[in-house]
């Protein structure tokens, strides 16, 4: 399975970005899917993940600016970032699980400005 991520860009503070992540086969044999995001000198962090059956569960810091969300027929999850903030620079990478197997993006480069 391939992720591929896109959408990532330079904005300045307050602007909004969408993240997409394409999978190259379909979406819905993944228990889980998400976002997960690495700056530099920092751990990855989780920022957003969505269930098969649509539970989404979200980093505190980006509660109620993020939204993530699933196309099942496009085999594509997204990531609405708003209110974007400087602190949100990083590498965001998509995530995708089965019960046997976790797959990685190859990452998309988020810098917001001050």
């Known amino acids: 399975v391939q992720l591929v991520e896109s959408g990532g860009g330079l904005v300045q503070a307050g602007g909004s970005l969408r993240l997409s992540c394409a999978a190259s086969r379909g979406i819905s044999s993944f228990r889980s899917m998400g976002w997960y995001r690495q700056a530099p000198g920092k751990q990855r962090e989780l920022v957003a993940s969505i269930t098969i059956g649509g539970s989404t569960n979200y980093k505190d810091s980006v509660k109620g600016r993020f939204t993530i969300s699933r196309d099942n027929a496009k085999s594509t999850v997204y990531l609405q970032q708003d209110s974007l903030k400087p602190e949100d620079t990083a590498v965001y990478y998509c995530?995708?699980?089965?019960?046997?197997?976790?797959?990685w993006g190859q990452g998309t480069q988020v810098t917001v400005s001050s």
């Open positions: 995530n995708a699980e089965t019960i046997y197997r976790t797959f």
